[in-house]
């Protein structure tokens, strides 16, 4: 559906409201407002199983635009996953809606944890476990997420290997983000160095052979004080 005349002033209006118009002097990042409200407008009116009318569109659009260049692709992309999880269109529209101010690599953090976290073939959560799973290390997390969002699939990789760990599987995601989330006080990776450290410590060869309970306790504690600690 075009966009009517009449909602050129409101565009417009976007426009100059925008970042965009600040003084010259002030740096400010790109910001394609007018692009991201008609974006936004277009998907909520068509949105799956529950498009929404322009009055009730209008208003939320104008909100996800103010997010500023990518606002309209980080709500869209974190709605769709939400609602084919099962989650109320109320409930998935207001938990996106906070992505559109966020980064990228937040809104990514979010996805690949969430999608881990419900997937049947990986973690198999319920649908609030991993909501909240996913917004531990995206909209509660303070540190760089896009490192995050390599420390939780490294070592929920480690832990889903199989071996020892097969007991472990139900508690793999809460480890890995647990371990993830300490990440966000220090620079650099921490799951990596957590692997790391769980292989020697477990190791008989070159460690001092500690079964795994015992070296993921140590491990998780070590990685506390940072990956150079480990």
């Known amino acids: 559906m075009p966009i009517p005349v009449s909602m050129v002033g409101v565009i417009l209006g976007l426009v100059l409201a925008s970042p965009a ?3 010259p002097d002030t740096e ?30 209008r208003p939320i659009a104008e909100k996800i635009s103010s997010g500023c260049t990518g606002a309209a692709a980080r709500f869209i992309r974190v709605d769709k996953i939400l609602v084919r999880a099962g989650l109320t269109l109320k409930d998935a529209l207001d938990l996106a809606i906070q992505f ?15 999608t881990h976290a419900f997937s049947e073939n990986s973690l198999d959560l ?14 509660d997390f303070q540190g760089d997420h896009a490192v995050a969002r390599e420390d939780f699939a490294q070592v929920l990789d480690y832990c889903l290997s199989g071996g020892d760990f097969d007991k472990m599987r139900p ?13 966000q006080r220090f620079d650099g990776g921490v799951g990596w160095p957590f692997v790391k450290s769980v292989q020697f410590l477990r190791s008989e060869n070159q460690g001092p052979g500690l079964n795994l309970s015992d070296a993921l306790t140590l491990s998780e504690e070590l990685i506390g004080h940072g990956p150079l600690a480990v």
């Open 100 to 114: 559109a101010p966020k980064s990228d690599a937040e809104t990514d953090a979010f996805i690949t944890v969430f």
């Open 171 to 183: 508690t793999c995601g809460v480890l890995a983000a647990r371990i993830a989330g300490k990440g």
């Open 126 to 139: 319920d649908l609030p476990q991993s909501i909240a799973m996913a917004k531990s290390l995206s909209l």
């Open 21 to 23: 118009f600040a003084a």
């Open 28 to 57: 400010i990042p790109s910001c394609l407002v007018a692009r991201e409200y008609i974006t936004s407008l277009e998907y909520l009116r068509g949105r799956e199983e529950s498009p929404l009318v322009d009055q009730t569109a």
